[in-house]
């Protein structure tokens, strides 16, 4: 039904790319409230529906930017390290809100990598989130990381950004910085005024509009807006996925599989095969007849007889 399904959208440039591409994109999870669809991955209903795509298997590729409020570095006081990725205090209020978030997100893709769907999950450099048992699991399964730099796809931010992911095509595409000059860099930090905004758009490459799709205002917190992808790196990203859409699959590279039980300290490099999708295993079923889930659904009912017509007639359809 979709290629792609974005978790916590954000400014949606990962799901917009793809779609401009042709790609058939669900509407994803978000909790912004100018969106026409607004979901709480909190709420158990929203949690259940993606988790039913999941297992139907009925989106190709995932993509989560879990909220590193608390995970990433900017943080002060820091409530998790690398040690404990838990938290400190696993039961102070904001430390247990976004474990919960990270536990169902990755939940969701656990599912979908158990169907032999495509998954990523993304975080800033620093981030401790990849330390939660859960996402080691994933590493475990095949998933490696892959870092990109934003500067080097046009950004004037020095955004190290790292995924965990099991997509070979996004290990062809990592950057690092090779900037050059005094200040070659956008600080985050603060908010937008209107002599930086003059000035962070004189720094893009080539232009505010070709990176990030719009432009900062005076007064938007600067962390905000620097969340977003640069456009370059998230339509490289999607011509993978409509080559791998089309069959033309890549293997993993070694080298990604040994770097990254290095870094997530895993007793051995990942040696599983990845799961393949299965999409195209099962022959169409031609229209005029119903899918199974429409006899489980009625025998998992406990129809009664309502009331009863007697026809002159056989061959009559009858109706529950």
Known sequence: ?????????????????HAALGLAVHEGADIDPARLVCRDLLQDSVARELLALAA???????????????????????????????GFDPFEKVTALHNRLALRSCFILSVALQQGQHISVEQPSGSVLFRLNCYRRLAERGCVLSKFCFCAYGSPFLKRSVWLHNKPWLCDLERGCSCTGASPHFTVQGTFTHASVSLFKKMCKPSCEAVYGREPKAGQSV???????????????ASGSMR???????????EALSRTAATLDLECAPTRPLPQPVFDQFEQRPWFEDPEWIAEICQSKE????FLYRFKRPGHITVM
């Open 1 to 17: 039904l979709y290629d792609c399904l974005e978790i916590f959208r954000g400014t949606g440039n990962w799901s917009s790319e």
């Open 56 to 86: 139907r298997r009925v989106v190709r590729e995932w993509h989560s930017g879990v909220p590193c409020t608390s995970f990433g570095t900017l943080r002060r006081p820091r409530v998790r390290s690398r040690t404990e990725p838990w």
């Open 223 to 237: 962390a905000t807006f620097s969340g977003a992808y640069p456009r370059g790196l998230v339509r490289r990203m």
């Open 244 to 254: 791998a859409g089309a069959g033309q699959q890549q293997r993993m590279p070694a």
């Open 303 to 306: 129809f009664r007889l309502k």
